[in-house]
T-cell receptor, first 115, second 111 residues
Framework: GAGVSQSPSNKVTEKGKDVELRCDPISGHTALYWYRQRLGQGLEFLIY????????KSGLPSDRFSAERTGESVSTLTIQRTQQEDSAVYLC?????????????FGPGTRLTVT | KNEVEQSPQNLTAQEGEFITINCSYS?????LHWLQQHPGGGIVSLFM???GKKKHGRLIATINIQEKHSSLHITASHPRDSAVYIC?????????????FGKGTLLTVNP
């Protein structure tokens, strides 16, 4: 079946512009995660959605970052007034559930470059 | 100090060699994950384990809960195994969905 998909695969934007990144999880996966990987650094947790529960936003680095998910489908990560330090690969992952640690399936990522 | 430490940071091997990558963690966990990331590619989950040992093809992952340590072994390594290998843990308790990552081990296998 189809894996996790993300779009766009690459995004170059000017500092100060807003960007929107999209994630399509695996059908039937109720849990969805966003991570960030800056150059030369490890992966960082950003935000987590589980069904209709309130999301865990504890990893969002500033109030310029927000994310939404409609039900158990598509999620969008929005970065407002982008800064150069936002340049990174943004990865989305989904899993069957999170009441017990399940294997997470990662998308190919969106490489964001802020000039 | 990071909650998840990997060693070595970089590893170069010749084709056919037996490879070991180590991961130590300092917190209570519900599971440990080994992930593989190819250059320019996405991330693939190799193993998720909470005890003992798992094997998939030439890959073996072990975990010692008492010592808070895990190893990833690759037998008969091949150039296509060249990738970054990442150890990650899900913490015990309310946030058992959240992955905390090591910095990764860059493996290069030369023909």
């Amino acid at each position: 079946g189809a894996g996790v998909s993300q779009s766009p695969s690459n995004k170059v934007t000017e500092k100060g512009k807003d960007v929107e990144l999209r994630c399509d999880p695996i059908s039937g996966h109720t849990a969805l995660y966003w991570y960030r990987q800056r150059l030369g650094q490890g992966l960082e947790f950003l935000i987590y959605f589980q069904g209709n529960s309130a999301p865990d936003k504890s990893g969002l680095p500033s109030d310029r970052f927000s994310a939404e998910r409609t039900g158990e489908s598509v999620s969008t990560l929005t970065i407002q007034r982008t800064q150069q330090e936002d340049s990174a690969v943004y990865l989305c992952a989904s899993s069957r559930d999170s009441t017990y640690p399940y294997e997470q399936y990662f998308g190919p990522g969106t490489r964001l470059t802020v000039t | 100090k990071n909650e998840v430490e990997q060693s070595p940071q970089n590893l170069t091997a010749q084709e056919g060699e037996f490879i070991t990558i180590n991961c130590s963690y300092s917190v209570g966990i519900s599971a440990l994950h080994w992930l593989q990331q190819h250059p320019g590619g996405g991330i693939v989950s190799l193993f998720m384990l909470s005890s003992g040992k798992k094997k998939h093809g030439r890959l073996i992952a072990t975990i010692n809960i008492q010592e808070k340590h895990s190893s990833l072994h690759i037998t008969a390594s091949h150039p296509r195994d060249s990738a970054v290998y990442i150890c990650a843990v899900t913490l015990w308790g309310g946030s058992n969905y959240k992955l905390t990552f090591g910095k990764g081990t860059l493996l290069t296998v030369n023909p």
